[in-house]
């Protein structure tokens, strides 16, 4: 999808004005599999709109151990900076998991848009509301939910993604092992 028509579905970029405003702001990326978008610990100042791909958004522990905390599919936006940075520096690892075309545009340049623009302040803020709500659910689905109830939350709230990411990921995403997601999987088909 092209960028102006995937902001263009947001209420407050109606106005195609708006939308080609915020759209010319934006730079056009090719991420090849296995790249990195961000890499934990390191300087982070982008914004990121994936135009068509899937990412998988990890955290490291100091053992090296990973923990998926966010998988995307484009046409979507990524975790904005403010809620995925401290102080510069990026707290996840953002990998491409196909090729992903995606759209960046440094933070500061957005808040200067938002600040000129009552629309786009208004789109951006619906994006980190909505991003919110997402961890929100997710934090809820973690604490409250046993493993067949997650596993049947993702596939409401994320349909096609197990067909896109490994079930290693899946696994870590919904807080359980890979062996449990496999179990649950099977006794699903009934096996």
Not at 3 to 21: N, V
Request: some cysteine; hydrophobic content about 40%.
């Amino acid at each position: 999808m092209d960028l102006r028509t995937f902001l263009m579905q947001s209420p407050d970029l109606c106005d195609p004005t708006d939308a080609d405003h915020l759209a010319s702001h934006w730079t056009p990326k090719l991420v090849t599999k296995g790249g990195s978008i961000a890499q934990q610990a390191e300087h982070d100042s982008k914004e990121h709109i994936i135009l068509d791909g899937s990412v998988a958004s990890n955290i490291y522990g100091q053992n090296g151990s990973a923990v998926c905390v966010g998988l995307y599919v484009g046409p979507c936006i990524i975790t904005p900076n403010i809620a995925r940075t401290r102080e510069g520096q990026s707290l996840v690892t953002m990998q491409a998991m196909s090729d992903v075309l995606i759209a960046q545009m440094d933070s500061t340049a957005l808040t200067d848009l938002m600040i000129a623009s009552e629309p786009i302040r208004n789109w951006a803020n619906g994006v980190l509301r909505e991003e919110l709500g997402r961890k929100a659910d997710r934090e809820w689905c973690l604490a409250a939910l046993g493993g067949a109830e997650r596993l049947a939350w993702f596939r409401q709230n994320f349909t096609g993604y197990e067909e896109i990411f490994t079930h290693a990921l899946i696994a870590s995403f919904l807080g359980i092992t890979p062996v449990t997601l496999s179990r649950l999987r099977s006794h699903d088909r009934g096996i």
